[in-house]
Structure formats: C-alpha cells, structure tokens
C-alpha cells in the first residue's frame, strides 16, 4: 500500500536528481507531496514538481492558510525525505528554525525523517556542518552520508549526492516503522545511557532493537606503515564498509566502539572512536576494546607486512638513478587469529578477507580456507579482483560461516550489505538467548 511521502528540496545544483527520486517514489506507489525551498525553485521550477507529484507545490506558511500546511503536511506524512540538503538547509534545521514551510514541516513530522546532503567538501568538512549533523543524528534524524565524486565544476571529493536509486532504496527501507509508531531519540529497549538510533537502516532493519545493550567492536580502515617521516605502505581500503558496519549497529541498539585506522569516511559520532595507524597499533587498541565485547568485527584492511627499520630522516634520492633503498618487510601479526585465541565465552568475532582469484584457486577457495584458519564464527568475503570493491559506494560479499554455510549478498550499497552482515550475525549472538 502506498504511503505518505513529503518530498523537501534544498537549494542546490543536485535538486535535478530530486525529480529522479520523486519518479521512483510514484511508481512505486505511494503519494508524494513536494516541498521545495524558495532557493530550490531556482534550480526546477514548481511547474515541475507539480506536474511530476500530482499536488500543488508552495515554499511559504501563508498559502492556503485555512488547511494550516506548516503543520497538517508534517503530521500526515509516514516518511519526509529531503534532498538535497543544503548546508544552510542542515544549520536551520539542527537549530529547530520554522522561516518556510519545508522547515516547518520538518518541526512537526512524528514520522522518520531522512536528510540527503549535498555539498562542496569543505563545506561539509566544516566544524559547523560537522556538528549540525551531529545535533540531527542525535535526535533520531537519519543523515546519509554524501557519496565521494565529481562536484560542480572541476571539483572532486566526499559531498556528492548518491544516486537516486540508493536514495530511493534507503527510504523505503525507513517506510515500515512509519505507521507502527513515531520515530524516536531512543530504541524502545534501550536502556538509559545507550545511544540514539541514526543511520539508514537496511533491509534487516526490522530488527532493530535486537542489539540493544550489547558491545560492538569493529576495526574499519587501512593501516599505514612508516617508512620515513614522509612516506608509508598502505591500501586501498576506504573504511566505508566498517563505518556502515558501525552505523547500522548504533542503529539496531549496540554501543559501538570503532577502532578505526585510515578512513575516506566521517566515522559516526555516536561511536566511540580509537585512532589508529599502524598494525601494531590497531593489535593494541582491539586487544583492549574487545575485552567487553559481545561481538567484535575486523573489517580493518591490516597490511600484512611493516618495514624492518623506519628511517629517522626522509630517504633521499642520491645523484646515481640507479641506486635505490632497498626495504626489508617483516610479517605483522594476524589480529584476527589473535583475537579469535583470546576471546572470551560467547563472545561472536567476525573476518574480513579481501581476496583474488589466481593460479592455486578462486578468491572464494581461498576465503574458505581462511576462515579455517582463522578460527572466526563468520567471515565476509570481498571480491577485490581488479579493484572493484576498494573506495566504490557499493558491493558485493559472500558471507561464509563455520558450520559451512555460504550467503551471497547481492550487489547493493554498503549500508545495505552492512544490514546484511548484522542479520547472519544475529542468530549467533541470540544463541545464550
């Protein structure tokens, strides 16, 4: 059955991709209401969003004042999606401003609300907007993390909107609670203390409160390991499945501790956060979180191997072109297997192994065969042929159990792979009931 849907348009550029996401919404149904700012209507005119909607679109409190829109829109609706969100849209809205109607309607919605943001990077890298964010997530307000990518102009980097089909599907992964019961700062089994919920909850979001209470751990990110005071070897990996990882588990109840080494994403601010950067340095940090943990999750992408020495001064190129240094790299320790040794009775650890196929078997005989090794209850494959996992927004994993079991997880957005991964690894933590 189709739902209530209040569509707000922020005045930026990617207003254009709100028509896409308002087509996605129609034809899947449901009824939706379009309230623009005035500065997006310099972007796509109220014609547009009439003729597309259905409904008579206004930016202002005093049209129609005998219905009372600022506050009839917000009560009736079951979701209010807003994209873009502008930063000035993110200021006026953590600071509970009412000087349209799209902001007023954001006042009144009892139902969850989910802002898009869209931005230049330093704009969203901005103490303020940082913050503004914040103030939202903690008050149940799910924000979706721009994507990384082309801006306007010649301008790359994180503060891109997502493409409207993962907008789409974020959404309607909200629309399910919509008519249970108002969206809420705190899950209805959360103790006092526990965090709020945030995020975009996922196809397992129906599940939300089942982690209530319990203790995340999860590593996201690579490590960097020094050569000189310049240079390090590090990866590829981005940190953004960890940080879904993260997201998703706030958003199911857990108090997450996120341990986190280099990352290309904003960790959530609800986490608690421990700064790493080396391999030995995320052995100690996990060593020392995990103690407490009901599930501890490496999704870190901890290089294999560390100089043998790290020179006190840069390495200088000498006049011969031919003479290079030569680095000797010795083997750093396997957290996982260490944290597998070391943990306690109950507690769930679950692998990350990012993997290619090559002459000796494919990268799903070799992910098998680690798991065996590695002695973990769960462990996500990811497919890293040719780059194709490493920095993208979405992808693709196979989750493989101990008993034997094997669970592809179809192709889709890391937020919902992360409510994928959370849903294998419920049934094992639920086991001491």
């Known amino acids: 059955?189709?739902?209530?849907?209040?569509?707000?348009?922020?005045?930026?550029?990617?207003?254009?991709?709100?028509?896409?996401?308002?087509?996605?919404?129609?034809?899947?149904?449901?009824?939706?209401?379009?309230?623009?700012?005035?500065?997006?209507?310099?972007?796509?005119?109220?014609?547009?969003?009439?003729?597309?909607?259905?409904?008579?679109?206004?930016t202002s409190v005093w049209d129609d004042v005998d219905e009372v829109p600022h506050v009839?829109?917000?009560?009736?609706?079951?979701?209010?999606?807003?994209?873009?969100?502008?930063?000035?849209?993110?200021?006026?809205?953590?600071?509970?401003?009412?000087?349209?109607?799209?902001?007023?309607?954001?006042?009144?919605?009892?139902?969850?609300?989910?802002?898009?943001?869209?931005?230049?990077?330093?704009?969203?890298?901005?103490?303020?907007?940082?913050?503004?964010?914040?103030?939202?997530?903690?008050?149940?307000?799910?924000?979706?993390?721009?994507?990384?990518?082309?801006?306007t102009g010649a301008d790359t980097g994180p503060g891109r909107l997502p493409e409207p089909e993962q907008l789409f599907t974020a959404a309607v992964a909200l629309l399910p609670a919509a008519s249970a019961q108002p969206v809420a700062v705190r899950h209805p089994e959360a103790r006092p203390g526990d965090r709020p919920a945030h995020g975009v909850p996922g196809a397992g979001s129906s599940s939300s409160s089942v982690l209530a209470g319990r203790r995340v751990v999860i590593s996201a990110g690579g490590t960097r390991e020094p050569l000189d005071p310049v240079r390090f070897l590090g990866n590829r990996s981005s940190g953004r499945q960890g940080v879904?990882?993260?997201?998703?588990?706030?958003?199911?109840?857990?108090k997450v501790t996120l341990v986190s080494g280099s990352i290309e994403v904003a960790p959530p601010p609800e986490a608690d956060l421990v700064r790493v950067e080396t391999a030995?340095?995320?052995?100690?940090?996990?060593?020392?979180?995990?103690?407490?943990?009901?599930?501890?999750?490496?999704?870190?992408?901890?290089?294999?191997?560390?100089?043998?020495?790290?020179?006190?001064?840069?390495?200088?190129?000498?006049?011969?072109?031919?003479?290079?240094?030569?680095?000797?790299?010795?083997?750093?320790?396997?957290?996982?297997?260490?944290?597998?040794?070391?943990?306690?009775?109950?507690?769930?650890?679950?692998?990350?192994?990012?993997?290619?196929?090559?002459?000796?078997?494919?990268?799903?005989?070799?992910?098998?065969?680690?798991l065996a090794r590695?002695?973990?209850?769960?462990l996500v494959l990811n497919d890293v042929s040719a780059g194709k996992v490493f920095g993208k927004d979405d992808t693709e994993v196979v989750v493989l159990a101990a008993d034997g079991t094997v669970t592809p997880v179809p192709p889709g957005s890391k937020e919902r792979v992360a409510e994928a991964i959370w849903d294998a690894v419920l049934p094992l933590v639920n086991q001491d009931g």
């Not at 079951?78 to 401003?97: E, M, Q, Y």
């Not at 919605?109 to 704009?123: G, Q």
Request: with cysteine; net charge neutral.
């Open 280 to 370: 030995l340095q995320m052995r100690d940090a996990m060593t020392e979180a995990v103690r407490d943990a009901d599930v501890v999750v490496m999704a870190a992408a901890v290089a294999d191997f560390r100089p043998s020495e790290v020179a006190r001064h840069k390495i200088k190129k000498t006049v011969d072109d031919e003479d290079a240094p030569v680095v000797t790299l010795v083997r750093n320790p396997d957290i996982l297997a260490g944290l597998v040794a070391a943990r306690r009775p109950g507690q769930v650890v679950v692998g990350f192994a990012a993997e290619t196929g090559d002459d000796t078997g494919t990268a799903l005989e070799h992910a098998t065969a680690k």
């Open 244 to 254: 879904a990882l993260a997201r998703a588990a706030l958003d199911r109840g857990a």
């Open 374 to 378: 590695k002695g973990c209850d769960l």
């Open 72 to 151: 009839r829109i917000g009560q009736q609706a079951d979701l209010v999606v807003v994209v873009p969100a502008t930063a000035d849209l993110l200021a006026r809205a953590a600071h509970g401003l009412a000087d349209d109607l799209l902001t007023n309607v954001l006042l009144t919605a009892r139902c969850p609300v989910m802002l898009a943001p869209a931005m230049h990077t330093e704009m969203w890298t901005h103490p303020a907007t940082v913050a503004n964010v914040a103030t939202l997530r903690e008050r149940g307000v799910h924000v979706v993390d721009p994507a990384s990518g082309r801006l």
């Open 1 to 58: 059955m189709g739902r209530r849907i209040v569509l707000g348009v922020g005045g930026g550029i990617a207003a254009y991709k709100a028509c896409l996401l308002l087509r996605l919404f129609k034809e899947a149904g449901h009824d939706v209401r379009v309230v623009p700012t005035q500065a997006a209507l310099n972007f796509v005119g109220a014609p547009t969003w009439a003729a597309l909607s259905g409904h008579p679109v206004s």
